[in-house]
């Protein structure tokens, strides 16, 4: 991850930009469409605004893989968002496009399991996944037990007639089973959002909110999301397109001449200003636990960086 003077300014030289993406980008999440079928209470998508489906303009689609073909991009990439990304099986084609292009890159969906079924799994393979992650989600206003979690486990394993078994628990906290395909990883999860969830920079009231923050956050610098319309968001739990989140997105893809000057740009650069330091956050990362960065060299790397390239300087 770099965290060199360039990281906290708007850069516009296209070189630069692209020589510093290439060089610590290492997640990219974007939804191919918009719809999710579900609406649960521990995800913004519980008031039902997702209940449509709007699929990302073509010329957004390609100004990403173009740019992350150009640079050989060799890290991974989400093709989902706040979307279920197999509701559509337009994403097949996407992943084959993908594949294509960027023979390096690592694939990723998430998904909640629902459209799963004999033969899809295949397809999912076959079009070049390297990984697909099914979320066992509860049923709405059920509360997390490690029964129910098996028992979903169970019947998805059933589902893609492919056999699952438990490496991970935590009693009423997690569970993790991996699923044997021949190329493709295949990971099963529940998860207590109750105990580990966030509230989604506060989009989620009913969700137990972490302490005060303090820790720097590394998702800014090695990171680049953004939602089927285009709009980049600073890190996954920022939804793009919500309009109480409108203030904390870079703005849209058209807006920049390439994804480079996107990730180097102002609005960025004023993000990870602020959360590479030590000091208390502010709205909306002020009651984040996710990316938090806690190692004590990478610590003392980003306060190292900070007062450098921050303190003393212009806003």
């Not at 994403?91 to 294509?100: F, G, S, Y």
């Not at 799963?116 to 390297?130: H, K, M, R, S, Y």
């Amino acid at each position: 991850m770099y965290v060199g003077r360039e990281m906290f300014n708007e850069v516009a030289d296209r070189e630069t930009a692209r020589r510093i993406f290439a060089s610590t980008v290492a997640r990219v999440e974007m939804e191919t469409h918009s719809y999710c079928n579900r609406r649960c209470s521990y995800c913004p998508n519980v008031v039902g605004d997702r209940l449509f489906n709007e699929h990302m303009p073509a010329d957004i689609w390609e100004k990403v893989i173009g740019g992350l073909a150009e640079i050989d991009y060799a890290q991974h990439l989400v093709l989902n968002y706040y979307n279920e990304p197999l509701a559509d099986r337009s994403i097949l084609d996407r992943i084959r496009e993908a594949r294509q292009r960027l023979p390096k890159a690592r694939l990723m969906i998430y998904s909640n399991g629902d459209y799963l079924e004999p033969g899809l799994v295949d397809e999912l393979a076959e079009a070049g996944l390297d990984y697909l992650h099914v979320s066992i989600h509860l049923k709405r206003e059920d509360a997390y037990t490690d029964l129910y979690v098996v028992n979903r486990m169970i019947e998805i394993s059933v589902r893609m007639g492919i056999p699952a078994r438990i490496v991970g628990l935590k009693p009423g906290e997690l569970m993790i089973a991996k699923a044997r395909h021949r190329t493709l990883e295949i990971e099963l999860r529940g998860i207590n959002f109750s105990v580990h969830g966030t509230d989604r920079g506060g989009l989620i009231g009913d969700i137990a909110t972490a302490a005060k923050r303090s820790a720097p956050c590394s998702f800014p610098f090695a990171h680049f999301v953004l939602g089927f319309n285009g709009m980049i968001a600073p890190c996954c739990h920022i939804r793009s397109d919500r309009p109480e989140h409108a203030p904390y997105v870079y703005g849209n893809l058209r807006d920049y001449e390439s994804i480079f000057h996107a990730f180097m740009s102002g609005p960025a650069a004023a993000w990870r200003r602020e959360l590479a330091s030590a000091r208390p956050k502010l709205p909306p990362c002020d009651t984040c636990a996710a990316g938090v960065v806690d190692d004590p060299q990478a610590l003392k790397v980003f306060a190292a960086a900070h007062q450098a390239y921050v303190e003393g300087q212009p806003a």
